[in-house]
């Protein structure tokens, strides 16, 4: 996710509250970054406050879709003000809040809008016996409830959502991890063997696969 706002206290608010959820997010405070952030990552969606200084929401949305970058946009407009919700509806928002408003709104329109993106994204993910469920932020495999801390949920879907597809470490980070996180290096694999000891080692399978010189693959089953 990629959270727009210049209010420092609610971005960073918003940015760990996602953070919690499971998601990756990324925060930008300025229009001018989040143009540049959204045409370098391939977010699930972008909360985009409408009044920001220099480039404002509208702006961002407008030059987003212009630029041909489809990732579904949620503007937080000001309460009360109904012409900025007609006008960042034109400029190619897909939703809006009005503020304030209460954060499992927030994540329920996210989680709405994530579902309605352009690539597929069934509500719930199944890859051979493994099933994940976004919304409800549980996982089994077969029948049994996998016990998952929010980066190994956050992991195991991006591997879900591209099963059957060698992941490098950077797509994985990219897809589970923050562009704040700097430690690059092994972060990954160490995450993996946690996910391989919750979802395959009690069950006696081998889902997970290391593709030397790339990265893992999650098999298909
Ligand atoms: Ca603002």
Redesign the pocket.
Known sequence: MLVV???KK?GELLGRGLREEGYAADVADRGEAALWMAQAVDYDAIVL?????GVD?FDVCRRLRKDGVWTPVLM?TARDAIEDRVSGLDTGADDYLTKPFSFDELLARLRALTRRAPAERPAVLEVGALRLDPAAHRAWRGDRELDLSAKEFALLEVFMRRAGVALTRTQLLDGAWDLAFESRSNVVDVYVRYLRQKIDRPFGTDSIETVRGVGYRLRKE
């Open positions: 706002e210049d209010e609610l406050d409408v009044m920001l200084p929401g937080l």
